[in-house]
T-cell receptor, first 113, second 116 residues
């Protein structure tokens, strides 16, 4: 069975610091998509970043970047210069060949002023 | 990006009544939409995949007769919670896949259902 594991239920960092959220997944597929979604208190799901498994280059979106290690099945998210507005629940997700997205349990991130 | 609108955002109903939640793709056609349920401080649990013009595909453990899904057009899917009970109280979220095959899902704002 395909699974997505986020081992950090909750994290807190000071504003302007860098924080890394970890994610591992398990699959036998060779091509797939990985995502990080953000769910702020409003509960609207927002796509943070997307990675295609066949691309070796790590995806980057402004202050957000990933460290994609395909062999290790690891997909961590780094947030640089963290801002108060980054406070949210972050979900790592995997898109399987059945076109279903599997979410991890989430990491609650608090950015402290 | 593509916009998905969900309505109502909040609904309170009495036990035994039915509630309908709508999910619309506003600026694109969505042949496939997904319905999720989210309990407090938990992840999203996929309930069913809604396919335009055909029956929905339900995940294991989800009651088809309890959660009726209709995808009558390329821009609208509805979830009807029938004979609702307090244990059906939850946050329900829909999503739709964009037209470009990037795998990205666009999410509605979610609907909080409270059954008294």
């Amino acid at each position: 069975a395909q699974t997505v594991t986020q081992s950090q239920p909750e994290m807190s960092v000071q504003e302007a610091e860098t924080v890394t959220l970890s994610c591992t997944y398990d699959t036998s597929e060779s091509n797939y998509y990985l995502f990080w979604y953000k769910q702020p208190p409003s509960r609207q799901m927002i796509l943070v970043i997307r990675q295609e498994a066949y691309k070796q280059q790590n995806a980057t979106e402004n202050r957000f970047s990933v460290n994609f290690q395909k062999a290790a099945k690891s997909f961590s998210l780094k947030i640089s210069d963290s801002q108060l507005g980054d406070t949210a629940m972050y979900f790592c997700a995997f898109l399987n060949r059945d076109d279903k997205i599997i979410f991890g349990k989430g990491t609650r991130l608090h950015i402290l002023p | 990006g593509a916009v998905v609108s969900q309505h109502p955002s909040r609904v309170i109903c009495k036990s035994g009544t039915s509630v309908k939640i709508e999910c619309r793709s506003l600026d694109f056609q969505a042949t496939t939409m997904f319905w999720y349920r989210q309990f407090p401080k938990q992840s999203l649990m996929l309930m069913a995949t809604s396919n335009e013009g055909s029956k929905a595909t339900y995940e294991q453990g989800v009651e088809k007769d309890k959660f009726l899904i209709n995808h009558a057009s390329l821009t609208l899917s509805t979830l009807t919670v029938t004979s609702a009970h307090p244990e059906d109280s939850s946050f329900y979220i829909c999503s739709a896949r964009g037209q470009r095959n990037t795998g990205e899902l666009f999410f509605g704002e979610g609907s909080r259902l409270t059954v008294l």
